[in-house]
């Protein structure tokens, strides 16, 4: 089973920036794509970005277009989020995934691994 770590959280201020890495164990069917939810307190789980595994296809949610950018290192089986322009709603843990398919990339139950999870928070 492939297992998946990540990495990169921290504090920031409104209109700063952050990088995330998400290092993966190895590649199956199952972890064909990888990509990233958070969770802010009290709210759903959301799906914000995906990217097939070395191919160039990319999926965002319509919050973060033009400000995340999801981007991978196929020698290092990593995956990583650059986020710009980040706002205080932007403030949540952020998870890093696996699933089979990108078009499933907003949904939870379709993830196959979970990384342990990063916290963002960005402040006014």
């Known amino acids: 089973q492939v297992q998946v770590v990540d990495s990169g959280g921290g504090s920031v201020q409104a209109g700063g920036s952050l990088r995330l890495s998400c290092a993966a164990s190895?590649?199956?069917?199952?972890?064909?794509?990888m990509g990233w939810f958070r969770q802010a307190p009290g709210k759903e789980r959301e799906g914000v970005a995906c990217i097939y595994r070395g191919g160039t296809g990319t999926y965002y949610a319509d919050s973060v277009k033009g400000r995340f950018t999801i981007s991978q290192d196929n020698a290092k089986n990593t995956v990583y989020l650059q986020m710009n322009s980040l706002k205080p709603e932007d403030t949540a843990m952020y998870y890093c995934?696996?699933?089979?398919?990108?078009?499933?990339?907003?949904?939870?139950?379709?993830?196959?691994?979970w990384g342990q999870g990063t916290q963002v928070t960005v402040s006014s």
């Open positions: 995934a696996v699933y089979s398919s990108c078009a499933y990339f907003t949904d939870p139950a379709k993830v196959n691994a």
């Open positions: 190895g590649y199956a069917y199952s972890s064909r794509c």
